[in-house]
């Protein structure tokens, strides 16, 4: 594992000249020539990067389906995700790596700032790299504007260039929050078959007891089984039902707790553990949370 920690560094590693700031760099990525060294194989770097690609010329997986790209694509790496690519894969770089820009800005440039802590709060910093944000013409001249901006600000440093460039930072993490609301909205149709997945998933989850063994499913567990990142499913599931992923993991199990309260003669600590909980406190606490009655209270109202 190859550890990147500064922005100059990772100008030294793409062979591109100092950067002008220390915490902070936009470069243009149509120009890059990166060495064909073994540290991409796996390396990851200390700072955010957000990236726009024009002219993707290869297929990318979105789920369990390909689809072209040919306009904008966005992609927010933070501070130490690990990220891979083979020599073969620098060397299409180095011959044709499209358009486009990418943003590199240090966690210390943030320091003192809100957007210290404001920036975890956007969930496609976790996203998977197939789970990348597709712009409109529009959105993507929107996009450009900040990064040219962001690019011409910090030329000349004085003492308004920090709040200038996070201003425009925290404009463009806005932007990206509503683009990426846009496109679970235009993409509904996939989307809609990631549900109706996880809900089968879900449903076959709770009819194992085998699988009930292991625990309760989790949220990683589904987002692993549907081929996405555990941010991305449970954003997505956001977006189409209100509700994340744990609050649907949290639905079926409480739909079939009343199953089988109403149902069967078990206590409910068999139930409990039926349903993966090691602990039946803590079923009865989830339960009252949800429906306001105890799990026994619930049975009586069927006698």
Not at 94 to 109: I, N, T, V
Not at 161 to 179: A, E, G, K, P, V
Not at 272 to 291: D, N, V
Request: proline content about 3%; glycine content about 4%; hydrophobic content about 35%.
């Amino acid at each position: 594992m190859y550890i990147i920690n500064s922005i100059s560094e990772f100008h030294q590693q793409l062979l591109l000249p100092e950067p002008l700031h220390p915490l902070v760099s936009v470069i243009d990525v149509s120009g890059l020539k990166p060495d064909e060294n073994r540290i991409w194989e796996q390396f990851f770097v200390n700072f955010y990067c957000v990236s726009l690609k024009k002219e993707v010329t290869t297929k990318i997986k979105y789920g369990q389906q390909y689809y072209d790209f040919n306009k904008g694509t966005m992609n927010f790496i933070a501070p130490k995700q690990v990220q891979s690519l083979s020599i073969s894969e620098i060397r299409e770089i180095r011959e044709e790596c499209g358009q486009g820009y990418m943003l590199m800005f240090h966690p210390d440039f943030l320091l003192k700032h809100p957007l210290a802590t404001t920036i975890k709060n956007y969930g496609f910093f976790s996203y998977s790299v197939n789970e990348a944000l597709h712009l409109s013409d529009q959105e993507e001249k929107n996009v450009i504007e900040i990064f040219q901006k962001i690019d011409k600000e910090y030329r000349h440093i004085d003492r308004h260039t920090q709040d200038i460039i996070l201003s425009q930072i925290d404009l463009l993490l806005n932007y990206s929050n509503r683009f990426y609301e846009r496109q679970f909205i235009t993409r509904k149709a996939v989307n809609n078959d990631l549900l109706s997945k996880m809900e089968h998933l879900l449903n076959a989850c709770f009819e194992d007891e085998q699988t009930l063994n292991n625990g309760l499913p989790t949220v990683g567990y589904l987002a692993e089984q549907l081929s996405v990142s555990p941010r991305y499913l449970s954003d997505m599931l956001r977006s189409l039902t209100g509700q994340s992923t744990q609050q649907h993991i949290h639905d079926k199990l409480i739909e079939k707790a009343k199953e089988m309260l109403s149902t069967t003669n078990l206590s409910v600590s068999e139930i409990a553990f039926h349903l993966g909980f090691e602990h039946s406190q803590s079923f009865s606490k989830l339960f009252r949370t949800k429906t306001n009655l105890s799990p026994l209270e619930f049975r009586q109202s069927f006698n």
